[in-house]
């Protein structure tokens, strides 16, 4: 069955890098897109950027500067990385499978605070 | 960005009620292929986003066909014919016709 769990740290310090991986089972990354969505405590959910089934990524401008999104496909696996971190980035972040305008299958999400 | 504006942002319903929740977006989703990518997704207490609906009006797979979504343009309803307990949590409608992918703030539903 499709499933998709996001691995990384609980604790990050100020300024350093953010560093997730995505593992994905029950579908090929060749295929499917993935996108990276997070979630600060309390809030909203805001897209960050996707990698998409052709191996090219997307980014939302407010972190473009910040984010990298890669993949091993051998692996089935995609990575997040972004670096600066401020307390503002502490959040849930998701990896969630797209086809076609739709996010429907989400993994459990990682919760990241990032500590002074 | 596209902006989504979810009403009302709390809803309260006792069990067999039905109700509705707006997204009205800052421009037109429909897109050049002729399809409208707007979505709506629940996310229960302590739980990931799940999807209920895709393009406006079609029900994922295993979602209860109390779910109905409906609307055109800029203008999207999202309906719940008979609350149920398991209902509870926060609905959001999502588009992904322009890029970024934008979500609305959210609508809570508490279950009297």
């Known amino acids: 069955q499709v499933q998709l769990k996001e691995t990384g740290p609980d604790l990050v310090q100020l300024t350093q890098t953010l560093s997730i991986t995505c593992t994905v089972s029950?579908?090929?990354?060749?295929?499917?897109?993935v996108h990276w969505v997070r979630q600060p405590p309390g809030k909203g959910l805001e897209w960050m950027g996707a990698?998409?089934?052709?191996?090219?990524?997307d980014y939302n401008s407010a972190f473009k500067s910040r984010l990298s999104i890669s993949r091993d496909t051998s692996k089935s696996q995609v990575f997040l990385k972004m670096n600066s971190l401020q307390t503002d980035d502490t959040a849930k972040y998701f990896c969630?499978?797209?086809?076609?305008?739709?996010?429907?299958?989400w993994g459990q999400g990682v919760m990241v605070t990032v500590s002074s | 960005d596209v902006v989504l504006t979810q009403t009302p942002p709390t809803l309260s319903a006792t069990i067999g009620q039905s109700v509705s929740i707006s997204c009205r977006s800052s421009?037109?989703?429909?897109?050049?292929?002729?399809?409208?990518?707007l979505n709506w997704l629940l996310q229960r207490p302590g739980q990931s986003p799940q999807l209920l609906i895709y393009?406006?009006?079609n029900l994922e797979s295993g979602v209860p066909n109390r779910f109905s979504g409906s609307g055109s343009e800029t203008d999207f309803t999202l309906k719940i014919s008979g609350v149920e307990a398991e209902d509870l949590g926060v609905y959001y409608c999502?588009?992904?016709?322009?890029?970024?992918?934008?979500f609305g703030s959210g609508t809570k539903l508490e279950i009297k």
């Open positions: 969630a499978r797209g086809v076609m305008g739709i996010t429907d299958y």
């Open positions: 029950g579908f090929s990354l060749t295929t499917y897109n």
């Open positions: 990698m998409w089934n052709g191996g090219g990524t």
């Open positions: 421009q037109s989703l429909l897109d050049s292929d002729g399809d409208t990518y």
């Open positions: 393009s406006v009006s």
């Open positions: 999502m588009q992904a016709t322009h890029a970024p992918l934008t």
